[in-house]
């Protein structure tokens, strides 16, 4: 059963710093691609950041110099980094786990945690 837990979503006030995390269970994590997605109220969930099994990474524009991807294969977990928060960054905050380099392609979601950069 595969499993991802998301935790360290919260109130932040502008400016200031949160860390999530995701860790993973009943996956092979070193093969997978770890993501994380938003989604704001009223608009479509979209990708924040994403690295992959070799640690490559890439961001969405409104993330770029801000938000910090990692993440640990012996601790089967992904962190996001968030700095300089702005209250643009207030969503529903998802962890995804992917693998596109074997046939049927395997995705799977985690909870979402709540992210809300507020004064």
């Known amino acids: 059963q595969v499993q991802l837990v998301v935790s360290g979503g919260g109130l932040v006030q502008p400016g200031g710093s949160l860390s999530l995390s995701c860790v993973a269970s009943?996956?092979?994590?070193?093969?997978?691609?770890m993501s994380w997605y938003r989604q704001a109220p009223g608009q479509q969930r979209e990708l924040v950041a994403a690295?992959?099994?070799?640690?490559?990474?890439n961001y969405a524009d409104s993330a770029k110099g801000r938000f910090t991807i990692s993440r640990t294969n012996v601790k089967n977990t992904v962190y996001l980094q968030m700095n300089s928060l702005k209250p643009e960054d207030t969503a529903v905050y998802y962890c995804?786990?992917?693998?596109?380099?074997?046939?049927?392609?395997?995705?799977?979601w985690g909870q979402g945690t709540q992210v809300t950069v507020s004064s």
């Open positions: 995804k786990a992917d693998r596109d380099d074997i046939w049927p392609p395997l995705d799977y």
């Open positions: 009943g996956i092979t994590f070193r093969f997978y691609t």
């Open positions: 690295i992959k099994s070799g640690g490559s990474t």
